[in-house]
């Protein structure tokens, strides 16, 4: 994991409406390496559109609303070779609180409205302008 920061792979045509508004409720957050996975996974869907990275240090996050993920626990992604059952092992031996949810499957859900700002945007699309 990327020690204090949550990561959040988002598509091009979704950067402005997630700059202009709070995120709402049951947002997903997780390693920089879950963030792109889910933003190029997107792309399947909208060839035209382009992969977008934030990043939101933890402490802006209200931990009482973090929670684990457990659509990953149910089913993990990981692009390359993993011991599910090793994971599965680690996770039932958990507290099963987020922070073995991040630790295990490096993801979370955030159930509380979140305000992004420019500098939260790590990888821009090309066709942005930074400053919107």
């Not at 092992?89 to 859900?109: H, I, P, R």
């Not at 509380?112 to 790590?122: G, K, Q, S």
Request: glycine content about 4%.
């Amino acid at each position: 994991m990327d020690g204090e920061i949550l990561y959040r792979g988002i598509t091009s045509a979704d950067l402005r409406a997630s700059l202009e508004a709070p995120l709402r409720p049951s947002t997903h957050w997780g390693s920089y390496r879950m963030a792109e996975y889910f933003a190029t996974q997107s792309l399947d869907d909208r060839p035209e559109e382009e992969p977008v990275i934030l990043a939101v240090p933890l402490s802006e996050f209200d931990p009482r609303f973090l929670r684990p993920d457990l659509e990953m626990v149910r089913d993990p992604v990981f692009e390359e070779d993993i011991d599910e059952e090793g994971l599965d092992e680690q996770w039932a031996s958990s507290e099963k609180g987020w922070q073995d949810c991040l630790a295990c499957y490096e993801a979370v859900v955030y159930d509380a409205p979140l305000t992004l700002r420019p500098e939260h945007v790590v990888q821009w699309p090309t066709s942005a302008d930074p400053a919107p």
